[in-house]
């Protein structure tokens, strides 16, 4: 049986799109077939698994114009990819809130997993995505107010929930910790408290920060391929392991 995993907040720069990627890469090379979804109108996701100028964005599939099997692509890799361009924007008013969940439903039992990317903003993209998924992952930087974005998301996913009644929360996923620091210590704290209070989980792999990340994504290559022995790459390894026991 497929499942379907949102990474959602509405906030960027907490490396969202990043550990959907290498989430979904990693499960593919344990074996699973997975499809990434970019939902997101910048389109970073399609953009860094180097697709430019898709002949066939998920917008064409939501309004109709194309079969979702002849939109998905496959990456070098071997993923699956149902790739976005910049129409998203204007589709997104006109969206009803399954619209992705019907998309997605001829495909369903064809992978393992289905990853999708949102857009760091509350809109109909978002909730689309909630609507489609069984499990939410919470990407958050410690500080920058990130605490607030993790509560406006709960709040958004309990609405939710009185149509998707089977989307649960996968966790809490730190990204870009710089460990040595006595300030993100503080405020990792912080939100295991957050968790504890929401009865929900804050994984204990947090993913460390590292500049072999942004050397692959400036080659527009796999971390897994450019460096994989780094930090990051491990502690998103770590992070799948406890995925995968949920």
Do not use: W
Not at 114 to 134: E, G
Not at 183 to 193: G, I, K, M, S, T
Not at 219 to 227: I, P, Q, R, V
């Amino acid at each position: 049986m497929t499942k379907t995993i949102s990474f959602n907040i509405q906030k960027g720069g907490v490396a969202k799109t990043t550990s959907a990627v290498i989430t979904a890469e990693i499960l593919q090379q344990r074996g699973y077939d997975v499809l990434l979804v970019d939902f997101d109108p910048q389109r970073n996701l399609t953009h860094g698994l180097t697709v430019d100028k898709p002949k066939c964005p998920v917008a064409d599939v939501l309004n109709g114009k194309t079969n979702i099997k002849d939109a998905i692509l496959r990456t070098e890799a071997g993923l699956g990819l149902l790739p976005a361009d910049r129409s998203l924007f204007a589709l997104q008013a006109a969206l009803g809130s399954n619209a992705l969940a019907k998309v997605l439903a001829p495909v369903s039992g064809y992978f393992d997993y289905v990853i999708i990317d949102t857009a760091p903003a509350l809109s109909s993209l978002s909730v689309n995505a909630l609507v489609a998924s069984d499990l939410v992952v919470i990407p958050a930087v410690l500080g920058d107010f990130c605490d607030l974005a993790i509560r406006d998301v709960l709040n958004t996913i309990d609405t939710v929930r009185q149509q998707n009644k089977k989307l649960a929360v996968a966790g809490i996923l730190i990204t870009m910790s710089k460990k040595r620091y006595v300030l993100d210590r503080l405020v990792a704290e912080q939100y295991q408290r957050l968790a504890d209070s929401k009865h929900i989980k804050l994984f204990d792999s947090k993913i460390r920060q590292c500049q072999k990340v942004k050397e692959a994504q400036m080659l527009k290559t796999s971390l897994l391929e450019y460096a994989p022995r780094c930090n990051a790459v491990l502690d998103y390894n770590n992070f799948v392991n406890e995925l995968l026991e949920l």
